[in-house]
């Protein structure tokens, strides 16, 4: 309708598909050696023809920038909990130019498989996704929303993934993060007292990386950013099925315009 009110030129549905599918194959995205050793992956099922429910997972890799917000820096589509090598498998070598390279999930193991043994990265978990993640456990331990244990439990995961920032001294560091680590292990043992099997073991494995940035130094912002790139993909995705090579080539095209 835009094009004809400016231009008086009538363009069907599938001319304007086509050019979409064109462009999306020739956007090629990488990570900018000028920008932040610091990013953020995560995935979001898709609606694939001929496949039940969401076929496929959507994965996107974001780069944090020097000025604020972020760029994307990858994106693929493959099964859910795998395929993440197609993701990062062309962006090796230009990962390999940090020195050192912060890389924020909300905890999926299989990201970093991706990456084992072909470049040096920090692994940090999302901070912003742990207590939110903790609702689903506790529900599926049968606690009761809004109990006096489902809120102390909650409240005391969310005083433990609040981050100060801008705290240089190494030493105060240390104590800061093992004060949060005391805070951890009692809290994971109250879990168990109380039969919350499945909280407790959520806890236990996200333990070992929820303080890697800070103890290294790192200003890595742990909240989740890449979440709102999500948003942007979801609202042009959930419209209808889609085949994997139109899923794809549309976000390229919409994320680019959006981020890059």
Same mark, same amino acid.
């Given at each position: ?5 400016m ?8 001319t ?6 064109r ?9 900018d050696?000028?920008?932040?050793g ?12 001929g496949?039940?429910?969401r076929?496929k997972?959507?994965?996107?890799f974001v780069?944090?920038?020097?000025h ?6 990858g ?7 795998g395929?993440?090598e197609?993701l990062?498998?062309p962006?090796i070598?230009?990962?390999k ?5 912060l ?5 999926d ?6 990456l ?14 742990i207590?939110h993640?903790f609702?689903? +456990?506790?529900w599926?331990?049968g606690?009761?929303r809004?109990? &006096?244990?489902?809120?102390? $439990?909650l %409240?005391?995961? @969310?005083?433990?993934?609040?981050i100060r920032?801008?705290v240089?001294d190494?030493?105060l560091?240390r104590?800061?993060v ?5 805070r951890?292990?009692v809290?994971?043992? +109250?879990c ?5 099997k499945h909280?407790? &073991?959520?806890?236990e494995n $996200?333990q %070992?990386d929820m @303080? ?10 742990t909240?989740?950013l ?5 948003r942007?993909?979801n ?15 549309v ?6 315009y959006?981020?890059n």
């Open positions: 309708q835009k094009i004809v009110g231009f008086g030129w009538a363009l069907d549905r599938m304007i598909w086509r050019s979409v599918q462009v999306g194959r020739e956007i090629h995205f990488d990570v050696p000028d920008e932040l610091l990013g953020q992956a995560d995935g979001t099922g898709i609606p694939i023809r496949i039940k429910k076929g997972e959507l994965k996107v780069q944090l920038k020097k604020g917000g972020v760029r994307v820096a994106v693929a589509i493959g099964k859910y909990e395929d993440w197609k990062f498998g962006l070598e230009g990962l130019k940090f020195k050192q390279f890389l924020v999930t909300d905890g193991t299989n990201i970093l498989k991706a084992s043994g072909k470049v040096q990265v920090i692994f940090q978990r999302c901070l912003w996704h207590p993640q609702k689903w +456990y506790l599926k331990d606690v009761k809004r109990s &006096s244990g489902w809120l102390y $439990a %409240a005391e995961l @969310f005083e433990i993934c609040a920032s801008l240089n190494q030493k560091i104590e800061m093992h004060s949060k680590e005391r951890l292990s809290l994971i043992r +109250y168990r007292e109380k039969g919350w909280s407790a &073991s959520y806890l $996200a %070992a @303080f890697t940035a800070v103890l290294n130094r790192l200003q890595g912002r909240n989740s890449v979440e709102r790139v999500m942007t993909v609202f042009r995705i959930n419209v209808g099925k889609w085949s994997e090579a139109g899923a794809l080539n976000t390229k095209l919409r994320l680019a959006y981020y």
